[in-house]
């Protein structure tokens, strides 16, 4: 009978049963992710999650939401869907984890005009691999199909992500001072900022997606749509028994706009241009662009995706133990009195 009954919605261009097929294919994925918290299955009105609070005294949740950008449109033009949900965890997990804390579920949004189930498929199974790097359960999610709304082929996503922290252990960059050390940790490319502009100067190349990126031996297509970093295993590695101040994620606005949301407004962070290598991605878009490395650092992450405030003392194990654990670290720059309201709480000095 489901048929009969679907057949006037499915007239009006939304197939239920495509929405059905979908989370029968989705399951196995999903339930890959899900770790001792997770208590019911996809499928229900809410996912359910019972967080083990024995480790903690005072709990606290930490929330965050993002989409990916206009990141989207390269993946619908290289028609590449399996990489944009890892892009979708990150944005969200490395916001919380800013604040010191755990991811423990995530929950994501995919809206299409017309749900291609192949599509759809490998976006979620993506979303699916960055919480598994993550360490956090893919909880549920929601699949809308709206037809007219979007042009053939493309859909939109958002994500939202849940995290637990010791209320004691909360870090806010109140309690960094003079001379504490900036380590930045290397991006993975342009992560998921800076697309609208990337977009641009790629038209203007006449470059294509199978082409070789300029100073690469990869296409186009693997560099612009590499997956953003997921800090939060080697970052959370480090809170288990070394001191962090505060942490940055280098998202859109780049280091110009991000830093000062976490450091004191009587310092500023003077960081040193040409103390980690800069990726061939960003320097072809700054000469392709013809852009300054102003700009750049204020709309990119130009290589660095997140920051750690650090104490003197503790700088060189930091970067060691992240070295270790395949996470390319870099002594960039440190924080500085400074002299009044009136100058910049970012000075890179090229």
């Known amino acids: 009978m489901m048929p009969h009954r679907s057949q006037a919605y499915q007239h009006a261009g939304v197939d239920i049963q495509a929405g059905n097929r979908l989370v029968d294919r989705i399951k196995k994925a999903i339930s890959t992710t899900h770790t001792k918290g997770v208590i019911s299955d996809i499928g229900g009105f809410g996912g359910l999650f019972k967080p083990d609070m024995n480790q903690f005294n005072e709990p606290v949740l930490v929330a965050a939401t993002d989409g990916v950008g206009t990141k989207l449109k390269l993946a619908f033009a290289f028609q590449r869907h399996d990489t944009i949900g890892i892009d979708l965890v ?27 189930l192949d ?14 790097e993550a360490g956090c359960a893919l909880l549920g999610g929601e699949t809308a199909e709206m037809p007219d709304f979007y042009s053939p082929g493309e859909y939109d996503l958002a994500g939202f992500c849940v995290g637990i922290v010791e209320d004691t252990k909360i870090i806010d960059g109140s309690r960094s001072s003079p001379g504490d050390q900036l380590i930045g940790l290397a991006s993975s490319g342009f992560h998921a900022n800076g697309y609208s502009l990337v977009r641009k100067v790629l038209a203007e190349s006449r470059l294509q997606g199978q082409d070789t990126f300029p100073g690469t031996q990869n296409s186009v297509a693997d560099v612009l749509l590499s997956p953003t ?46 103390s980690w290598p800069v990726p061939q991605d960003f320097l072809w878009v700054k000469q392709a662009g013809r852009l300054s490395w102003e700009e750049m650092h204020q709309i990119f992450n130009v290589g660095i995706g ?13 970067i060691s133990r992240l070295n270790a654990q395949n996470q390319d670290a870099f002594l960039i720059g440190e924080l500085q009195e400074r002299k009044g309201r009136d100058e910049e709480q970012v000075r890179i000095v090229f």
């Open 306 to 318: 997140f920051l750690l405030v650090v104490d003197k003392q503790h700088a060189e194990e930091i």
């Open 90 to 116: 990150a944005m969200n997990v490395n916001d919380i984890l800013v604040q010191g804390a755990k991811p423990l579920f995530f929950l994501d949004y995919f809206a299409t005009g017309k749900l291609d």
């Open 229 to 274: 970093k997921i800090y939060v295993k080697p970052v959370l590695n480090l809170l288990r028994d070394l001191p962090i101040k505060g942490m940055v994620h280098i998202t859109g606005g780049g280091f110009y706009d991000n830093i000062p949301r976490i450091i004191p407004n009587q310092l500023l962070a003077s960081i040193q241009f040409g």
């Open 119 to 132: 599509q759809a498929e490998q976006v979620v199974t993506g979303i699916a691999a960055g919480c598994k």
